[in-house]
Nanobody, 123 residues
Framework: QVQLAESGGGSVQAGGSLRLSCAAS????????AGWFRQAPGKEREFVAA????????YYADSVKGRFTISRDNAKNTVYLQMNSLKPEDTAVYYC????????????????WGQGTQVTVSS
């Protein structure tokens, strides 16, 4: 059974930092691309960042470029999202996802999803 388990969410003031983790099990994670998406109340799920299977390519939404960093440790079957300089508009539930395809920006391209972790940024 495939499981993606996010952790590291919480509440932080604007300008602060959080590091999200997503631990994968039940799949050969090192051969899967991974992505982070977020969904705020009343809004559609949106792309945040993605990384290919070999850790050689990363992709970011314009809204988080220069503030967020995605990385992965295939030995630990884990993908990370380091979030710095957080803003109130970053408040959302953050989801990690995994898939073997290369269409990183589209949530419909991902086969496996975690349950999400809440990030709240106060002004």
């Amino acid at each position: 059974q495939v499981q993606l388990a996010e952790s590291g969410g919480g509440s932080v003031q604007a300008g602060g930092s959080l590091r999200l983790s997503c631990a994968a099990s039940g799949l050969p994670f090192s051969s899967y691309g991974a992505g982070w998406f977020r969904q705020a109340p009343g809004k559609e799920r949106e792309f945040v960042a993605a990384i290919n299977w070999s850790n050689s390519n990363t992709y970011y939404a314009d809204s988080v470029k220069g503030r967020f960093t995605i990385s992965r440790d295939n030995a630990k079957n884990t993908v990370y999202l380091q979030m710095n300089s957080l803003k109130p508009e970053d408040t959302a539930v953050y989801y990690c996802a995994a898939d073997r395809g290369g269409r990183y920006y589209y949530p419909t391209s991902y086969k496996y999803w975690g349950q999400g972790t809440q990030v709240t940024v106060s002004s």
